[in-house]
């Protein structure tokens, strides 16, 4: 299990590239790297109207995965 480092300011870029199992959470979620990938998960949720703790929750449970 890896501890992990992803908070309300990692980008989509950074984890992604970190901890690569959470490229399926963002694609579940529908968020890409195109266009938002170097925005902070914070505004990435707000902007999209996302459940922040929830994606932050889905995005640890993929990385305790790995």
Avoid: Y
Wanted: glycine fraction near 6%.
């Amino acid at each position: 299990m890896q501890t992990t480092t992803i908070t309300p300011d990692t980008t989509v870029n950074d984890a992604s590239t970190r901890f690569p199992a959470t490229l399926r959470v963002f694609s579940a979620w529908g968020i890409d790297a195109c266009c938002g990938g170097a925005k902070p998960l914070a505004e990435v949720a707000e902007r999209h109207g996302f459940d922040l703790d929830a994606l932050l929750a889905d995005l640890h449970e993929a990385t305790e995965e790995e």
